[in-house]
């Protein structure tokens, strides 16, 4: 993004056509892998199941390239641009193109990126709590922003031909600096954290002291198998009504034991409460 956010604005600066084309062409190296970085990001945090998705990069990159290689060799067949002129009736000079059939190909193909993208983050939104659900709200409401950007590109509602994606790309930048600094998006530790978290045998349930749920691990299902798979802001009672029992006697620091029956055997499974502090 920063290629291209960064020739577009010697494109803007241009007062000729020769050299708007020029940087234009410059611009695709970075804007055509945009959509395929979009990809890659979701697929990466999106936790569980992730490798069943994994041949969904090299597809989007390879489709990023067939995209940069229709645009580099339009002046032989134009079907990206059929046409480009010069239009003065802004207060600036801008490039007017006339788009082609691999032009609606490319937006398509970004729409498409930028919806799949979204769904994996409301996905994680919806079947994680704590720190990881508050990552995924912020990095989902940053795409939205660029598909609705992307829709008002297509259909030309912003005046003179000009492009709002160096605008739209600038904020997203601003609120996945504000995720990382204050999120710790790229935090390996708290991946790894959220890892290890994930793959622990035992159940592990992360409660408010009103008993609400704002996270959780898969094991918990294997304990209650009943139970809803969307946790985050359900009461403990919703899991089990015995584990609720259990829990509203015990202590932080104690421990408590709770009976699980099943059609043709009796568990019994120790209950810790511990305190988490920070």
């Known amino acids: ?45 999106r936790g569980q199941g992730h490798r069943r998705l994994a041949f969904l990069v090299p597809v989007a990159f390879g489709l990023s390239s067939l995209n940069l290689i229709a645009f580099l060799t339009n002046d032989f067949h134009r079907l990206f641009y059929s046409a480009l002129t ?11 193109a006339v788009h082609g059939p691999w032009y609606a190909f490319n937006t398509a193909y970004y729409v498409c990126c930028m919806v799949f993208a979204i769904a994996v983050y409301l996905g ?7 720190l990881d659900r508050s990552r995924m709200l912020l990095v989902a409401g940053a795409f939205s922003i660029a598909l609705l950007g992307e829709i008002a590109g297509a259909v030309k509602i912003i005046p003179w031909d000009l492009d709002v994606m160096p605008v739209i790309l ?12 204050k999120k710790d998006f790229f935090d390996i530790s708290a991946l790894a954290r959220k890892l290890v978290f994930d793959a622990m045998d035992e159940g592990v349930l992360v409660i408010l002291p009103n008993r609400e749920i704002v996270d ?18 359900k009461k403990i009672g919703s899991v089990s009504s015995d584990l609720l029992a259990v829990c ?7 421990k408590g034991e709770l009976v699980l029956h099943a059609e043709e055997s009796t568990q019994y499974v120790s209950v810790d409460m511990i305190r988490v502090s920070g």
């Open 86 to 96: 010069l239009d003065t009736s802004g207060p600036f000079p801008v490039a007017s």
């Open 248 to 254: 509203d006697t015990l202590q932080c620091g104690s």
């Open 170 to 181: 600038f904020l997203i930048n601003s609120i996945m600096l504000y995720a990382v600094l």
């Open 124 to 130: 994680r939104i919806r079947s994680t709590g704590g």
């Open 1 to 45: 993004s920063s290629v291209y956010m960064g020739f577009y604005g010697f494109e803007l600066l241009s007062a000729d056509l020769a050299h708007m084309y020029l940087f234009l062409r410059l611009e695709y190296i970075g804007v055509s892998f945009i959509p395929a970085c979009f990809v890659w990001l979701a697929i990466a945090f």
């Open 216 to 233: 959780w691990n898969p094991a918990v299902f294997k304990y209650f198998p009943n139970a809803e798979r969307k946790l985050y802001g």
